[in-house]
């Protein structure tokens, strides 16, 4: 009797346990699904519009035809701007964080800086642009105005991923060095750095795949409808293919004239962003599973 | 035979070495200095930026934003309704505020499940393998541009929705939700997984020795332990909902009217900044609301944030991490 009540427990429990975990399996398939469902989508519709001629052509007769290269090229300016300018800064912060500091009230002030900027909304970003970089400054709506925005907005996940590689790199490597009489500073230079290049790398490619699709910081600091011609200089309004997705969307007029060309522009960016996230994460996976130490 | 002196050949020897602490030791302390420990101040510098990023952004945005405290007053600004064109305009956040609360609250409804469902199948139940790909796949959700997240949602999830339910136009609160909610899935699942890994495993394995199951020490044991790390999770989301702007601008129909209904056109905090900022006037009250609307937003991000790392560092705390 005992016996029996127990063994039918034990099946309420299986069975309790099988319904749960495809529940949660669901859960996992429903971002799965998402995922496939926009790809599919954006492909689908997309990729009939896509030719030499759409990514080396510049718009014509009002946007209705012709292709998407200013904003392509309007986009790896502001990008690389961005990283040009970001990068310096953030592998200096996560070398403090992960090298230099020894704790107490700076670094949590410093760790609060960075994790606050990280959820300032990009709309925001945008507005600082504005008033600081493009009014106050005097910078005017510009690709440097951009770039800056930008280049702030990247701060965070720079820094982030930085101190993640630098903190993989063994306190042995540090010990041998500082032994063998290197200062700190050649310490790290010329052994911890090196070691951390991949996972810095890595960084700097997910922040160029966020700065290349962020719309709204560059909205009133940097972006163009319309240019007849390829930015000259820093102080050029820019034409920037989010941006140019947005518009098109959302201000078209003739929006059956133009849907492929609306499609194609989306998977233009979408495959950039996508091919630049794989690539990172598959090589982060690799860097970890070769790494010796 | 007399030994010659003993005579050092190494020309490092002959250097008069100066045994005085560099405090002391003056020009040559100082050059020192310079020398051998700029780093330390020099990097402790430029790790300030993202300080001082931050401090530039709440200094300019409220600056600009000031001037309605007198234009409009604080009471005007948080009730009353948003005609900004008409003369005298009006600039009142409410309906804004509403939209922005009715299209998080939606994307919660939908992200807060799932996330916690994909982060315990994750954490818990998937083979290694299954694990990796999964955390693969978020990544990538998370990579996605809001700008096509929100072409996305206006091309074919707003006729999808509008035939569904025969609405007027699909652009609505609940698909600004729905879309919303997939974009914030990533961030909680990720950080969900988070904490439930930072429960140690000695916890499931006594749990499970005491003849629970692996789902009874999950929803029993794991969560539980968890829970400080799935609230900060879902609080995080909640600000990254709040804060989105392209998407959201794209599906919502963005009407400035009062409504609590999902099924109507609502407009945003973000979507009213996004919209009209680029028509208006430098230095208008219009101007100024806009700002005024970016302070609201920078604020109640700001708190979220704030609260979302108290709950996260408790849950580190709590496990010796």
């Not at chain 2, 807060?112 to 955390?135: M, S």
């Not at chain 2, 044991?221 to 990254?240: E, K, N, Y």
């Not at chain 2, 959201?248 to 056109?265: I, R, W, Y």
Request: hydrophobic fraction near 55%.
């Amino acid at each position: 009797m005992m016996r029996e009540i127990a063994v039918t427990e034990q099946k309420g429990k299986r069975a309790w346990q099988t319904v749960a975990f495809s529940l949660l399996g669901i859960s996992t398939l429903v971002a799965f699904l998402a995922l496939g469902v926009i790809l599919y989508a954006m492909i689908r519709e997309g990729a009939g519009a896509l030719s030499w001629e759409f990514l080396s052509q510049f718009p014509r007769k009002m946007m209705t035809e012709g292709g998407v290269y200013p904003a392509i090229v309007g986009s790896f300016y502001l990008t690389v701007g961005a990283i040009a300018v970001a990068v310096p800064f953030a592998v200096a912060s996560a070398i403090w964080l992960s090298e230099y500091s020894r704790g107490g009230l700076w670094v949590r002030v410093v760790r609060v800086g960075i994790n606050s900027l990280a959820g300032v909304p990009s709309i925001v970003f945008g507005l600082l642009g504005l008033a600081f970089f493009v009014k106050v400054l005097g910078l005017g709506v510009s690709l440097i105005a951009g770039v800056l925005t930008l280049g702030l907005l990247i701060l965070p996940i720079l820094i982030r991923a930085t101190e993640e590689a630098l903190g993989a790199v063994p306190m042995a490597f540090r010990e041998g060095a500082l032994a063998l009489g290197a200062t700190k500073w050649y310490a790290v230079r010329t052994v911890v750095l090196p070691s951390a290049i991949p996972g810095v790398l890595t960084g700097a490619i997910l922040g160029i795949s966020r700065a290349v699709g962020e719309t709204a910081p560059i909205m009133f600091t940097a972006a163009a409808f319309y240019m007849t011609r390829l930015p000259e200089t820093l102080s050029d309004k820019v034409m920037a293919l989010p941006y140019h997705i947005f518009v098109m969307a959302t201000e078209s007029p003739n929006y059956w004239k133009t849907r492929d060309l609306q499609f194609g522009a989306a998977l233009v960016l979408l495959g950039m962003v996508m091919l630049m996230n794989l690539g990172a994460v598959t090589w982060r996976a690799r860097v970890r599973r070769r790494k010796q130490w | 035979m007399r030994s010659r002196p003993l005579k050092i050949e190494s020309p490092l020897a002959d250097a008069p070495v100066d045994l005085r602490p560099i405090s002391q030791a003056g020009l040559r302390g100082a050059l020192l200095l310079l020398k051998e420990r700029w780093d330390r101040p020099v990097f402790f510098a430029l790790a300030c930026v993202s300080l001082v990023a931050l401090g530039l952004i709440i200094f300019f945005i409220f600056r600009e934003a000031a001037p309605l405290l007198r234009e409009i007053g604080l009471i005007r600004f948080l009730s009353g309704q948003w005609t900004p064109t008409t003369d005298p305009g009006q600039f009142g956040a409410l309906p804004m505020i509403v939209g922005s609360a009715l299209v998080t609250l939606g994307a919660l409804l939908l992200a807060v499940p799932l996330g916690y469902g994909a982060a315990a199948f994750i954490a818990e139940v998937a083979p290694g393998w299954l694990k990796d790909v999964a955390k693969s796949i978020l990544e990538l959700l998370a990579g996605i541009p809001s700008v096509i997240y929100g072409f996305f949602g206006l091309l074919i999830l707003a006729p999808a929705f509008q035939h569904a339910f025969s609405l007027p136009t699909g652009r609505t609160a609940l698909t600004a939700a729905v879309l919303l909610g997939i974009m914030a899935l990533p961030t909680i699942a990720s950080l969900a997984e988070d904490a439930l890994t930072a429960v140690p495993n000695s916890y499931r394995e006594a749990s499970m020795a005491l003849g629970a199951s692996r789902w009874q020490t999950i929803r029993r044991v794991t969560f539980p332990a968890a829970f400080s790390g799935l609230i900060g999770a879902a609080i995080l989301g909640m600000g990254r909902a709040i804060g989105e702007t392209m998407a959201v601008l794209m599906v919502a129909g963005n009407a400035p009217q009062l409504t609590a209904s999902f099924l109507k056109p609502v407009r945003t905090l973000t979507g009213t900044i996004a919209l009209e900022m680029a028509e208006t006037p430098f230095g208008s009250t219009h101007y100024h609301a806009l700002f005024g609307l970016g302070a609201l937003l920078l604020l109640t991000t700001l708190i979220t944030n704030g609260l979302a790392e108290g709950f996260r560092g408790r849950l580190a705390r709590k496990h010796g991490r």
